[in-house]
Nanobody, 123 residues
């Protein structure tokens, strides 16, 4: 089992910035990738950003490209999501995720989830 502990999130005005952190308890073959998904009320859980642990491959959704950056600290088993230029449509519950296999996987194929952290952007 892998535990994911998220910190960060909160409420900001449009144009503001937030940073989310996610610490993984350990590295396993079923957690070679990490990332962030988000879910707004009444909507599905969609990938926002992904990263290969220990490697350089990253991917971000088109909707956040140029505004969000995913990074990692391998020594701390921690992944970060820097969110700049936040918009009201970014408002959602953000979930840290870890999974094995291909980098591009959808929510049903994620192996581990964090508890979620709320991000609210007001106009």
């Amino acid at each position: 089992q892998v535990q994911l502990v998220e910190t960060g999130g909160g409420s900001v005005q449009a144009g503001g910035s937030l940073r989310l952190s996610c610490a993984a308890s350990r590295y396993t073959p079923s957690s070679t990738n990490m990332g962030w998904f988000r879910q707004a009320p009444g909507k599905g859980r969609d990938a926002v950003a992904r990263i290969v642990r220990g490697g350089g491959n990253t991917a971000v959704a088109d909707s956040v490209k140029g505004r969000f950056t995913i990074s990692q600290d391998n020594a701390k088993n921690t992944v970060y999501l820097q969110m700049n230029g936040l918009k009201p449509e970014d408002t959602a519950m953000y979930y840290c995720a870890a999974w094995g296999g291909p980098l591009y996987r959808s929510a049903p194929d994620v192996d581990y989830w964090g508890q979620g952290t709320q991000v609210t952007v007001s106009s």
